[in-house]
């Protein structure tokens, strides 16, 4: 597999050829992808264009029914070897994971749900170090509360921290900010692009946003719907850092990226018969 | 028009539980002791009506059989040589004992019946079968096999208590929820920590229920347990007092009987709301 490999030193995820298929149904693929370290990659597309499923087969909940996933950061006590040091992903190893949902567990609370990510990836879990993770993600002195005495937005903000929790090179997120009310996503989405740059992890986002897109990305690909395949990639040319939100979405290349997005993801949904 | 292909914001409020106003939680209340003094009412209405202590003693009786079995009088100690609250702490403890076994082995059971399949497949017609016989049946097997002492009074009450906790513990450890083990796996939990931190803490309150469950089918089998050499025991005070038509004695009998019986699962309740504060949340 490691033959034709396009992944260079410094790739954090290399697809080559991967399709997905349900039964008949060609969700996925073929797609050719790699991510380079500390991207901000965003992938957008209307519903159903298997972006999700491109996410999971990148986090190791699926296999590709051909070609190969590889990602960097699955912790092996082996040096790593040529083709960049990727290996087939591994579910909890290598990549930090949000969902749309925050998926806390409800039987521990707030501080618990943190801790218990630190214990899985074999750090110490002090209450120090818990908060600090909370912290960075904007939340004070809610450790101790119980998972559904705090908001939806608090609660996928400690989903982010759970997944920060754990020092991967990775972060792949799920249209996470989609079942939240529109101020508090924007909220959320300049927090996480503070932290993303901060933490200078590289990150895969899912999301059916063109304005979140363009907000957080620093490289923007349209999938097409059923199967989903590459439209357009997009390198996104806007500062990272030193902007206001209003200032950035302000800007006119900003309104033009998402012009010329938007313009991609529509004339590609229109393929498929609602 | 906007480039944005957003769905319409979710509103993402939690469900609270709204605290009931105080007018509706008096109403209840006082619903409840009108019914209890009516009650009270037709049991005087019938003892007297009929005049028939044996057959519908009056609540003076059992009041006094209450004192009696309470007390030592004329040298005789509460009832057959026990006091009431002697009968019903031994009764208690068989029932504490036969519950705790009946449990762990229905939790035992259940986690495997939940987990290995073939298991399931072979257990399953078995516990089902159990289930359905009346404790009393299996009783006399258990009286040939291990005499007319504490044993088969205790495994009457473990075999009787352990279908429930075990049908529930399987049902509930099958249905772990695939977003939460999910997310556990995705923090690099192994197999064996998804089962302790995800499975088994959401499988908890039906496994709770299943506890409460068999308490109770270890409160009605008590009873029955105790029909051969039962003294001292509440049962066997019950079956010694039908035997020698002492009807107040009976009654008094079923009144501990419930109202410890209310008590127990009034415990398991609040033991319930402090051990698991996320019921309904999961």
């Known amino acids: ?274 | 028009m906007t480039t944005s292909l957003d769905a319409p914001p979710v509103a993402t409020a939690l469900p609270r539980p709204v605290p009931k106003p105080s007018g509706d939680r008096r109403r209840r209340v006082a619903l409840r002791v009108l019914a209890l003094v009516v009650l009270y009412g037709l049991w005087e209405l019938a003892a007297r009506t009929t005049n028939n202590p044996t057959f519908i003693p009056s609540s003076g009786a059992v009041w006094h059989q209450l004192v009696v079995t309470s007390s030592i009088h004329d040298g005789v100690r509460g009832y057959s040589g026990h006091l009431l609250v002697e009968h019903l702490a031994v009764s208690l403890r068989r029932i504490l004992i036969g519950s705790a076994i009946g449990v762990a082995g229905g939790l035992v059971l259940g986690l495997l019946m939940g987990t290995v399949t073939w298991l399931r497949v072979v257990t399953e017609p078995v516990v089902t079968f159990v289930r359905a016989l009346p404790p009393l049946a299996y009783f006399s097997l258990f009286i040939i096999w291990f005499g007319i002492d504490e044993t088969p009074k205790l495994w009457l009450l473990s075999i009787a208590a352990l279908p429930p906790v075990a049908v529930a513990t399987a049902a509930a450890v099958q249905g772990a929820p695939t977003g939460l083990v999910e997310a556990a796996r995705a923090l690099g939990a192994t197999r064996w920590q998804v089962t302790r931190d995800v499975t088994l803490p959401h499988a908890l309150p039906e496994i709770f229920t299943g506890v409460r469950l068999a308490v109770g089918v270890a409160y009605s089998s008590v009873v029955a347990a105790e029909t051969i050499n039962g003294v001292p025991g509440i049962g066997g005070m019950v079956r010694d007092a039908q035997r020698y038509s002492q009807t107040d004695v009976v009654v008094l009998g079923l009144f501990a009987i419930g109202l410890s019986g209310l008590l127990i699962d009034a415990l398991l309740r609040t033991a319930e709301n402090r051990l698991i504060p996320w019921r309904g949340r999961a």
């Open chain 1, 1 to 274: 597999m490691s033959s034709a490999d396009p992944a260079s030193p410094g790739d954090a995820v290399a697809l080559s050829g991967v399709e997905h298929r349900y039964g008949d149904v060609t969700a996925v693929g073929p797609v050719d992808l790699t991510v380079p370290g500390g991207e901000f990659l965003v992938l957008v597309g209307a519903s159903g264009c298997g972006k999700s499923t491109l996410l999971r087969l990148i986090a190791g909940f699926e296999q590709p029914t051909s070609g190969s996933v590889r990602t960097a950061g699955t912790p092996s006590p082996e040096p790593r070897s040529g083709g960049g040091g990727l290996s087939a992903p591994v579910p909890g190893r290598g990549a930090g994971l949000v969902f749309q949902q925050p998926r806390l567990f409800p039987w521990r609370s707030v501080g618990g749900n943190v801790a218990l990510a630190l214990r899985y990836a074999g750090l110490p879990a002090t209450p120090d170090r818990v908060n600090q993770l909370l912290e960075r993600v904007g939340l004070h002195d809610v450790a101790k509360r119980r998972t559904w005495q705090i908001s939806g937005g608090q609660q996928q903000r400690v989903a982010i921290a759970r997944a920060l929790a754990v020092e991967n090179p990775l972060l792949l997120l799920d249209e996470p900010f989609a079942a939240l009310d529109a101020l508090t996503r924007e909220r959320l989405q300049e927090d996480l692009r503070r932290v993303s740059h901060e933490t200078g992890r590289t990150c895969v986002f899912v999301t059916h946003s063109v304005d979140e897109a363009v907000f957080l990305g620093s490289r923007v690909i349209v999938l097409t719907p059923r199967p989903g395949r590459i439209a357009l990639d997009l390198p996104i040319d806007l500062p990272r850092a030193g902007l206001a939100p209003d200032e950035l979405r302000g800007l006119p290349r900003f309104a033009a990226l998402r012009a010329e997005i938007g313009a991609a993801v529509r004339s590609r949904s229109q393929e498929v018969p609602a």
